[in-house]
Structures are given as C-alpha cells and as structure tokens.
C-alpha cells in the first residue's frame, strides 16, 4: 500500500515536470571508508573471518552526494 502511494506521487511529479511546472532532481547519497564494515567483509571457505582493531582515524567515512537531473545533467 504505502509503495502504490510513493509511485502515485512520483509519477504526479514526473507529469509535472514534463509540463514544465517543475524541476525534477534525484539525489543519491553513497558513503566510503578505509575498513569494511563485517557485513560486508569476504573470507574463503572454511576460514574464520579475522577482525583486526584499527586505529580511530581508520573509521572516518566520505559521503558523496550526486544529483541527477533528467536530459539536463548530474552533479
């Protein structure tokens, strides 16, 4: 239910847009760091996953943001 929704106001805007009431944008965020996280850390089979403490600074992250605009560009 709570995605028809979502979609009905997405496709509100999109027709809003395509008449020019409006600009359409998409924002994405990712974020980065030195040290995979656990859940996201591979081990070969039958081996133990190692967890070595790193020091703080190890555990800054980046985000970056992008930002899509349909036939116009991103950023």
């Known amino acids: 239910m709570q995605k028809a929704l979502k979609q009905a106001d997405l496709d509100?805007?999109?027709?809003?847009?395509?008449?020019?009431?409006?600009?359409?944008?998409?924002?994405?965020?990712?974020?980065?760091?030195?040290?995979?996280?656990?859940?996201?850390?591979?081990?070969?089979?039958?081996?133990?996953?190692?967890?070595e403490q790193m020091p703080q600074h190890y555990g800054r992250h980046i985000s970056i943001l992008g930002l899509w605009q349909p036939a116009q560009g991103f950023e």
Do not use: H, N, Q
């Open 12 to 51: 509100t805007l999109m027709r809003a847009a395509e008449d020019g009431y409006l600009k359409l944008k998409y924002l994405d965020k990712a974020e980065f760091c030195l040290w995979s996280p656990v859940s996201y850390s591979d081990s070969l089979i039958g081996e133990p996953k190692r967890l």
